[in-house]
């Protein structure tokens, strides 16, 4: 049922490919963070469209996009009373700055946003505002959904009730002494306060402080800046079908990053599986439909770039999208929503997939966070779930760093993208097959 060549491919990608990791180590080492909207980002779009152009790609764009741009200036939290020590703290993305003397005052502790939403104003007013959860570690990674919400909705539920600001425990699965930054959207028409998230071991510290029962005075310093106009972009490439009529098949990542690790897992080796798998179908032959890569920009900060590339291309057909953002581990399971047309494509999708370990799931469902917008607007999409179970570990830290990606696993992927590019490309024609006719 699943073409030889497809299966050839596929076992060559999982025993051979050194294109993933040579980008992501290319792009973690010669460039490092990639802050959205920085000069750090440019730089890694002018790195991206050299190695995209050497790689032998067609076609290699920038389609920039302005953009607001919040950078992490100092920060800093201790306990003043009753047991004065430094807590070890991370500005959340778009926190208010302290600026530089910080502020003061009595933490008040809720086990959850809801907790927090249920308090009488009185009780937050004036005060600096923790939420603690328990986030735990699992394969599809959907603690994130739940235990995202005390940085998620915390911040403006806080300044609704007056908070002088707040501070979540880091939405992470880890015992590292590193803090999990991530993004935080102010509702309309709320005053930004500063908001932080503690490392884990410090967000229990400070549990086992409140619970002795006295007042506990922190003192906080989260400094920042703030750009109301900076330029991002998204970067594109190409590799031409053999039939330019049809519909495009388009894979993703996005090349942003947060700005304490160097963005290895999130997303570097997510745009590097997405290339590599479109380099090893270049390698092949030509497909018949035209294999397209984006790189997204200022994915991190609010999908600004996914956002981008829907206004320019929503309406253009595309024939499948998928994006990687979920670490470098194994694939576990495929979802995909081709429409009930393609049912017997989804299988032999399935069916393609199969030898690498991979189980098939819905045939109703994909996700993607800068390809979401698209997906919802219609598109058909696959969704390749990678094993998360330790994603969460060095998720938005300062650990995310090469050192993470194994190598094994990173060509895992690749063999399923390539498998899957394979199968949805609509045939390669080599010169070996060519030449046999
Ligand atoms: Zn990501």
């Known amino acids: 049922m699943v073409a030889p060549w497809i299966g050839a491919l596929r076992d060559d990608a999982l025993a051979n490919d050194r294109y993933a990791y040579d980008i992501t180590e290319g792009l973690t080492t010669e460039v490092g963070q990639r802050m959205a909207g920085t000069a750090a980002e440019a730089r890694a779009r002018a790195w991206s469209v050299a190695k995209l152009n050497a790689m032998g790609f067609a076609n290699v764009r920038v389609e920039t996009f302005d953009m607001p741009v919040w950078v992490r200036g100092r920060e800093s939290a201790e306990i003043v009373s009753p047991f004065?020590?430094?807590?070890?703290?991370?500005?959340?993305?778009?926190?208010?700055?302290?600026?530089?003397?910080?502020?003061?005052?009595?933490?008040?502790?809720?086990?959850?946003?809801?907790?927090?939403?249920?308090?009488p104003d009185s009780a937050v007013r004036g005060k600096i505002v923790f939420i603690d959860h328990r986030m735990m570690a699992?394969?599809?990674?959907?603690?994130y959904g739940q235990f995202g919400a005390p940085r998620r909705a915390g911040p403006t539920i806080a300044s609704q009730k007056?908070?002088?600001g707040i501070v979540v425990r880091s939405i992470g699965t880890d015992h590292h002494r590193g803090a999990h930054t991530g993004v935080?959207?102010?509702?309309?028409g709320v005053r930004p306060i500063p908001a932080g998230a503690?490392?884990?071991?410090?967000?229990?510290?400070?549990?086992?402080?409140?619970?002795?029962?006295?007042?506990?005075?922190?003192?906080?310093?989260?400094?920042?800046?703030?750009?109301a106009n900076a330029q991002s972009g998204n970067v594109i490439a190409e590799v031409p079908g053999r039939d330019p009529s049809l519909a495009p098949v388009m894979v993703a990542g996005h090349l942003d990053s947060w700005d304490q690790g160097t963005g290895a897992i999130d997303d570097a080796s997510g745009v590097a599986i997405a290339a590599a798998a479109a380099k090893r179908i270049m390698d092949a032959g030509r497909p018949l439909r035209t294999i397209r890569i984006v790189?997204?920009?200022?994915?991190?900060?609010?999908?600004?770039?996914?956002?981008?590339?829907?206004?320019?291309?929503?309406?253009?057909?595309?024939?499948?999208?998928?994006?990687?953002?979920?670490?470098?581990?194994?694939?576990?399971?495929?979802?995909?929503?081709?429409?009930?047309a393609r049912r017997e494509?989804?299988?032999?999708?399935?069916?393609?997939?199969?030898?690498?370990?991979?189980?098939?799931?819905?045939f109703d469902e994909a996700?993607?966070?800068?390809?979401?917008?698209?997906?919802?607007?219609?598109?058909?999409?696959v969704g390749l779930s990678q094993d998360g179970t330790r994603y969460f570990d060095y998720h938005h830290t300062p650990d995310d760093t090469l050192d993470k990606i194994d190598p094994a696993q990173l060509r895992q992927n690749v063999a399923a993208w390539t498998a899957m590019l394979a199968v949805l490309s609509g045939g390669i024609e080599a010169p070996r097959r060519r030449a046999k006719r």
């Open 84 to 119: 004065p020590q430094q807590l070890v703290v991370a500005a959340l993305g778009n926190s208010a700055s302290t600026g530089p003397s910080g502020i003061s005052g009595e933490v008040v502790a809720f086990d959850s946003v809801d907790a927090l939403r249920a308090a």
């Open 138 to 143: 699992n394969q599809d990674g959907s603690g």
């Open 162 to 164: 007056g908070a002088l």
């Open 184 to 188: 935080i959207s102010f509702a309309d």
């Open 198 to 227: 503690l490392s884990i071991p410090d967000a229990e510290q400070l549990v086992r402080i409140l619970r002795r029962g006295q007042k506990v005075t922190m003192r906080l310093r989260l400094e920042s800046i703030r750009i």
């Open 295 to 340: 790189w997204f920009g200022a994915e991190e900060v609010g999908l600004f770039g996914g956002l981008d590339y829907l206004k320019r291309h929503g309406k253009d057909p595309h024939y499948a999208i998928a994006e990687s953002d979920f670490g470098a581990d194994r694939i576990w399971k495929v979802n995909s929503k081709l429409g009930a």
């Open 345 to 362: 494509e989804a299988r032999l999708l399935g069916a393609a997939l199969a030898p690498l370990g991979i189980v098939t799931g819905s």
């Open 367 to 381: 996700e993607g966070s800068d390809i979401g917008p698209l997906l919802a607007s219609g598109v058909p999409g």
